[in-house]
């Protein structure tokens, strides 16, 4: 198996970040430096399916694929996405030693709602990948009331700093809030679209990703996928 591929199914991070881990130099495989064309042997261990190669990262042992973990978790605003042990806000401190969880993507810190935790690199690969364009739904309170020629801006795709949106879906929840139905993931994509048109985010709440839905989950808390929800969202991603 491929190097980065059995990091991401360990846990450890999603192939992409393992990719960077071995690019950095951070991988080691028989006290050597990895390289991206290293593959490894998986044999069996009471701790599960394992490289038979002794591989560190950062010089500590990267343990055995773990079983696949799926929870939704409701971010507040004021979390950071980000796992960064020395930042008290961060995701990090919010989550279980083990297994271990990251999400797939962020949402800013100040942004709340729906986040995908897992361990399941091969998932986070597919999800992430700008060539999928999965979709991703947001509820949106801005500054003030908007007209419907607003909706159809944002709806057409708009221009700020060097790029242009795609096209994508809205609907007016109410004078000042609309629904957004995205399948970028450009950086502070909402807000930045909504600023170019002269309105002010002022409220941002990601509801769903895919077929995975937020629900009546309170902020703060977390849990796992049902079967059912599980089986729909890898269906959506075939």
């Not at 796992?83 to 271990?100: C, K, M, Y």
């Not at 629904?179 to 002269?198: K, P, V, Y």
Request: glycine share 6%; hydrophobic share 35%.
């Amino acid at each position: 198996m491929r190097l980065a591929k059995y990091l991401a199914q360990t846990g450890l991070c999603s192939r992409r970040a393992a990719t960077r881990y071995i690019r950095d130099g951070l991988i080691t495989i028989e006290g050597r430096i990895a390289n991206h064309i290293d593959t490894v042997t998986l044999i069996e261990t009471p701790q599960g399916m394992q490289s038979s190669e002794r591989l560190t990262f950062d010089g500590a042992p990267i343990s055995a694929v773990e079983e696949k973990e799926y929870w939704v978790f409701h971010k507040a605003v004021g979390t950071d996405s980000r796992l960064l042990i020395d930042d008290p806000s961060s995701l990090l401190h919010l989550l279980p030693s083990t297994p271990r969880l990251y999400p797939v993507g962020r949402l800013d810190k100040d942004s709340r709602g729906l986040l995908l935790l897992t361990n399941d690199g091969e998932l986070t690969q597919t999800l992430m990948h700008p060539d999928f364009g999965h979709s991703k739904i947001y509820h949106v309170r801005v500054d003030r009331d908007f007209d419907d020629n607003f909706l159809q801006a944002m709806a057409q795709g708009v221009s700020y700093r060097d790029v242009t949106t795609l096209p994508c879906t809205l609907t007016r929840l109410a004078k000042d809030q609309f629904e957004i139905t995205l399948t970028q993931g450009l950086n502070r994509q909402i807000r930045r679209m909504s600023q170019a048109l002269g309105f002010k985010v002022i409220d941002l709440k990601r509801v769903k990703i895919q077929s995975l839905a937020l629900g009546d989950l309170e902020e703060g808390e977390m849990r796992q996928l049902t079967s059912s929800e599980l089986i729909n969202l890898k269906s959506a991603l075939e």
